[in-house]
């Protein structure tokens, strides 16, 4: 469990919780997932005595819910907020192991995996709950870290833009979550339209379709979670709209709104370019199906023009194979040379009169 006092442009990492919340400043207390029931009394003490109220019990459920979905909730006192991050993918290989190879079709749709980070905000007071090793929170404690002094024995460090709340502090931590599925959406694109041409290809066979229908899956999952995470946030944003801090000035209080709004417009990105990827998807399956069409109507085309050239052929071999006694050039000493001729002449000329009007062409 981590310990952070914001002050006035000032912050501390402490061991244990503080008896009172600094003057114009706030706490976060970090806790992993693991061992928030080990340290529940600990926790609620503090929540007690500096957010105004202990956690209820149902809140403390969702907090230690590892599968809880996007959700926000709330009391007189506190806000709770949960919010699926992506998974690292880290934690993807140790969950999935080595059984999705990285060369194979839409290899990186099998490894979304998300994990769930729960907020619960108070006017003074931040506790925020993570799965093990999580990256969002050590990358905040880390870059806290990198310019600490110590100073007689009380670790300290003065920073510039420093979070002026326990929600600033939140939302810039959610919006580093959002802009990691930003950045998944380019692997995905990357990756969607590299089988999307290899499916329209002239000489492609035929495709993982295994492969597609778990991307398809894959894209709903995500569309679903980012819908779950924007009505979360659009809650607790209509929520501090409706009923603002009292302690909160204007100048902040429209500061917090607009980081919220943008974070807001964020997940609304994600959500429309996943269903771009989804609609991109099911174009490009329509695509091949239509060029498979046209490729068997091309070879159908081309058949029915070689038995259109070899029809007459048969004909008039039919003819001088029939069993009469007496057939025109049958006894003749050049009737086979003529009879030759013709056919090779009427293959010929119907082969010219198919191939001016590209019956025997192939298109591109």
Same mark, same amino acid.
Request: glycine share 6%; with cysteine; charged share 25%.
């Given at each position: 469990?981590?310990?952070? /006092?914001?002050?006035?442009?000032?912050?501390?990492?402490?061991?244990?919780?503080?008896?009172?919340?600094?003057?114009?400043?706030?706490?976060?207390?970090?806790?992993?997932?693991?061992?928030?029931?080990?340290?529940?009394?600990?926790?609620?003490?503090?929540?007690?005595?500096?957010?105004?109220? &202990?956690?209820?019990?149902?809140?403390?459920?969702?907090?230690?819910?590892?599968?809880?979905?996007?959700?926000?909730?709330?009391?007189?006192?506190?806000?709770?907020?949960?919010?699926?991050?992506?998974?690292? /993918?880290?934690?993807?290989?140790?969950?999935?192991?080595?059984?999705?190879?990285?060369?194979?079709?839409?290899?990186?749709?099998?490894?979304?995996?998300?994990?769930?980070?729960?907020?619960?905000?108070?006017?003074?007071?931040?506790?925020?709950?993570?799965?093990?090793?999580?990256?969002? =929170?050590?990358?905040?404690?880390?870059?806290?870290?990198?310019?600490?002094?110590?100073?007689?024995?009380?670790?300290?460090? &003065?920073?510039?833009?420093?979070?002026?709340?326990?929600?600033?502090?939140?939302?810039?931590?959610?919006?580093?979550?959002?802009?990691?599925?930003?950045?998944?959406?380019?692997?995905?694109?990357?990756?969607?339209?590299?089988?999307?041409?290899?499916?329209?290809?002239?000489?492609?066979?035929?495709?993982?379709?295994?492969?597609?229908?778990?991307?398809?899956?894959?894209?709903?999952?995500? /569309?679903?979670?980012?819908?779950?995470?924007?009505?979360?946030?659009?809650?607790?944003?209509?929520?501090?709209?409706?009923?603002?801090?009292?302690?909160?000035?204007?100048?902040?209080?429209?500061?917090?709104?607009?980081?919220?709004?943008?974070?807001?417009?964020?997940?609304?990105?994600?959500?429309?370019?996943?269903?771009?990827?989804?609609?991109?998807?099911?174009?490009?399956?329509?695509?091949?199906?239509? =060029?498979?069409?046209?490729?068997?109507?091309?070879?159908?085309?081309?058949?029915?023009?070689?038995?259109?050239?070899?029809?007459?052929?048969?004909?008039?071999?039919?003819?001088?194979?029939?069993?009469?006694?007496?057939?025109?050039?049958?006894?003749?000493?050049?009737?086979?040379?003529?009879?030759?001729?013709?056919?090779?002449?009427?293959?010929? &000329?119907?082969?010219?009169?198919?191939?001016?009007?590209?019956?025997?062409?192939?298109?591109?």
């Amino acid at each position: 469990m981590h310990i952070v /006092e914001f002050g006035a442009g000032t912050l501390r990492f402490l061991e244990q919780p503080p008896a009172r919340v600094p003057e114009g400043g706030f706490v976060w207390i970090y806790i992993e997932r693991e061992e928030l029931q080990e340290r529940l009394t600990e926790l609620q003490r503090a929540a007690n005595t500096l957010g105004g109220s &202990a956690l209820l019990d149902l809140h403390v459920k969702d907090l230690g819910n590892r599968s809880h979905p996007s959700h926000y909730d709330y009391t007189s006192v506190y806000d709770l907020v949960i919010f699926r991050r992506l998974a690292t /993918e880290q934690e993807v290989r140790v969950e999935l192991g080595e059984d999705v190879p990285a060369d194979r079709a839409l290899a990186s749709f099998g490894r979304i995996r998300t994990r769930a980070i729960g907020f619960a905000v108070f006017d003074r007071l931040l506790i925020t709950v993570h799965p093990s090793g999580c990256q969002s =929170a050590r990358t905040f404690i880390q870059r806290y870290l990198g310019d600490v002094v110590q100073s007689e024995g009380v670790t300290a460090v &003065a920073r510039t833009r420093l979070p002026a709340s326990p929600a600033d502090l939140m939302l810039r931590m959610v919006n580093m979550m959002v802009d990691s599925y930003l950045e998944l959406r380019k692997v995905l694109s990357a990756e969607l339209d590299d089988w999307q041409h290899a499916l329209l290809a002239a000489r492609a066979r035929g495709a993982d379709w295994a492969a597609l229908m778990s991307a398809r899956n894959a894209l709903h999952t995500l /569309e679903d979670l980012c819908e779950e995470q924007n009505d979360a946030m659009q809650e607790w944003l209509d929520g501090q709209q409706e009923q603002p801090p009292p302690w909160m000035g204007q100048a902040e209080r429209d500061s917090l709104l607009a980081r919220a709004r943008d974070v807001v417009e964020h997940i609304e990105r994600v959500v429309h370019h996943v269903r771009r990827m989804e609609h991109g998807a099911e174009t490009a399956v329509q695509i091949h199906f239509s =060029a498979l069409g046209n490729r068997t109507n091309e070879i159908m085309r081309t058949l029915t023009a070689l038995t259109a050239i070899f029809l007459p052929l048969n004909l008039i071999a039919g003819v001088f194979g029939m069993n009469f006694e007496f057939v025109p050039l049958i006894h003749a000493a050049t009737g086979f040379w003529w009879t030759l001729g013709s056919m090779v002449f009427i293959a010929v &000329a119907l082969g010219v009169v198919f191939w001016r009007k590209r019956y025997l062409a192939r298109t591109r």
